[in-house]
């Protein structure tokens, strides 16, 4: 308290109480309001002032606090005012402002909590400002917590309530949110929110430019009310705006003998799978010539040749050599997209685009499902070696970045040192040591269990199928057997089998949509061809599948850095570098089977 401010007088008072309170005149009470006094004078004041006006001054201080970016001042002044004993419209604003400091500390969860609170069931009696000030607010707890169809539903439910740059970002917002979301979510009974899902359904379905651009002024003219329809997103009229130019010849440069033959024939055969799926569903699609990168005599005399065969797109290389070779290039003389990826940080020309099945991307992966599911500290396992060593980087860096922390992290090499090192990062050494110690000062034999360490929420894991299969088990040995593990792909082999499961159980994985979709109609059909897609192969057939969906796409993508592409490799986007980045869903191993997960464990 600053010692030099006087009283505020009794007149003071009520013309600072008349201008920080309104009232619904509904029996709600006042709403109290940011009024021309400091925060101290208001404090101040409330010291000396009746309950009723002391909670509406406070109120006020904490609101002034938190608008000039004084969280934990903020939460300070709220701990100080009881919930209970407000009225009505003061414990709508209360729970609205600890929401918006819950989200200011990245607290999803608690935000939502304190938007639980029972006086909100009134708020739409409350003046529009407030109304809009706690939905919006719920609306940004709900995405950050994963709920993203219901953090659109909020959106489309406030938006006849917002004018000017609010009603404008909502708009962007509520596109951005519904154009991530799968195909099929129901938009159960809002018919404004069923248009927007249309929209991003038929937007995300078509195969082209040419074809999605039809697709959006079909679905305009077909619903010329719909909000969205009146003003497109923003991400819509640019592609709307993108001048294309028809893809009608594709290169495929894959290796057709040597160590990469295996792979080259997975990524060709699902390559071709989507091409000829494209003509049976009559879209006209480009030619594709085979071209052996095993037999070219140099990068040169390839484009050369393709040039005069009329290629307009190259897909491929796949081995790394070549791939860094482009990477090194100022320009190329066609458009390319490679199957593999050069060195970090090395910048190729506008040219090259990248694609691969990274593990990094799967690491990111991890580090945003375990955010989401409210998981904050974290140890990792993952291989040794420089693979490992990679996927490491990627999920520090990602999982940091969001404000996690990484305790420790474990190399995992020889089966025989996989206890030790489990018991290294749950500290269980130093629990045995303790009761060591105290069996010795005390001169008998102590019946004690050891103790892990309590402050880790979940395992990251990065392992073969064999090291996972040690892994888990071990947990249990090592008394952890209870802590989340959340693994990349690495462990699943695409095959069922229930006693490998059950050495796996309670495991979350990030997982292509094709080997967790065996009803999709496309990876049916290959399976059936070659059996082996249905295996760990499965995501090599995927890729190429993508890599066909991608070619006519990466003008878009590019253009757009928004744009999403749901593959069957995973949800598909571009990033600076011209990398592309790849989002995966979640299942879990439970019960001798493989159970998909929802978006989120909310």
Request: net charge negative; with cysteine; proline share 6%.
């Amino acid at each position: 308290m600053i010692a030099s401010l006087r009283p505020l007088s009794a007149i003071f008072l009520a013309g600072m109480l008349a201008a920080c309170a309104s009232s619904p005149n509904n029996g709600l009470g006042e709403l109290p309001r940011t009024p021309k006094a400091s925060i101290e004078q208001m404090l101040q004041q409330a010291a000396e002032s009746k309950p009723e006006q002391a909670a509406l001054l406070r109120l006020s201080a904490a609101d002034q606090a938190y608008r000039q970016n004084d969280v934990a001042g903020s939460a300070r002044i709220l701990e100080q005012i009881d919930l209970a004993s407000l009225q009505p419209a003061q414990q709508m604003f209360a729970s609205t402002l600890n929401a918006e400091l819950a989200m200011a500390r990245k607290q999803p969860k608690s935000a939502l909590k304190a938007l639980r609170h029972p006086s909100l069931e009134r708020l739409s009696e409350l003046p529009v400002e407030q109304q809009i000030r706690t939905q919006l607010v719920r609306a940004r707890a709900l995405e950050a917590d994963g709920q993203a169809l219901a953090a659109a539903r909020e959106r489309v439910f406030i938006a006849p309530l917002l004018s000017g740059q609010q009603a404008q970002d909502n708009h962007e917002k509520i596109w951005e949110l519904v154009a991530n979301l799968p195909e099929q979510t129901s938009a159960g009974g809002d018919a404004d929110l069923a248009g927007w899902l249309a929209l991003a359904r038929v937007t995300k379905g078509a195969a082209t430019l040419e074809q999605q651009q039809a697709a959006i002024d079909q679905w305009v003219a077909q619903n010329p009310q719909h909000p969205a329809a009146m003003q497109l997103p923003e991400a819509l009229v640019k592609l709307r705006e993108l001048a294309s130019q028809p893809l009608t010849r594709i290169a495929l440069l894959l290796p057709q003998e040597g160590q990469l033959a295996s792979v080259a024939r997975a990524l060709r055969d699902g390559f071709l799978a989507a091409h000829y799926e494209a003509q049976q569903a009559g879209q006209n699609p480009p030619d594709v010539k085979l071209y052996d990168s095993a037999r070219i005599g140099s990068l040169d005399a390839f484009y050369q040749q393709a040039q005069a065969d009329g290629v307009q797109l190259v897909v491929g290389p796949l081995e790394k050599p070549l791939v860094k070779q482009l990477s090194d290039r100022e320009q190329l003389p066609i458009t390319t997209l490679a199957l593999n990826y050069s060195d970090a940080g090395q910048e190729g020309p506008v040219q090259l685009f990248q694609f691969g099945l990274a593990a990094e991307d799967e690491a990111r992966e991890v580090s945003r499902r375990a955010w989401s599911d409210g998981m904050r500290r974290a140890v990792a396992l993952v291989p040794a070696g420089e693979w490992g060593d990679r996927v490491l980087d990627a999920f520090r860096q990602s999982w940091q970045a969001q404000g996690g922390t990484l305790i420790a992290a474990e190399h995992v090499d020889q089966p025989v040192e996989l206890a030790r090192q489990i018991a290294d990062l749950f500290q269980l050494r130093e629990s045995e040591a303790r009761a060591r110690r105290l069996q010795n000062t005390l001169g008998s034999s102590v019946d004690a269990l050891p103790a892990r360490r309590q402050d880790i929420d979940f395992i990251f894991l990065a392992a073969t199928p064999q090291q996972a299969q040690q892994i888990k088990p071990t947990l249990a040995f090592q008394y952890a057997g209870d802590v989340p593990v959340y693994a990349t792909s690495h462990l699943f082999t695409g095959t069922h089998s229930q006693a490998q499961y059950q050495d796996l159980e309670g495991i979350r994985f990030c997982e292509t949509p094709w080997l967790l979709d065996a009803h999709a109609p496309l990876r049916q059909e290959v399976t059936q061809q070659w059996p082996q897609a249905g295996g760990s192969l499965g995501r090599l057939y995927a890729m190429g599948v993508d890599a066909y969906r991608l070619a006519p796409r990466l003008g878009q993508l590019k253009a757009l850095p928004e744009s999403r592409i749901d593959g069957l490799s995973g949800t598909l986007s571009l990033n600076q570098a011209q990398r592309v980045e790849r989002q995966l869903p979640w299942a879990e191993f439970r019960g001798g089977q493989v159970q998909r997960l929802p978006e989120s464990l909310n």
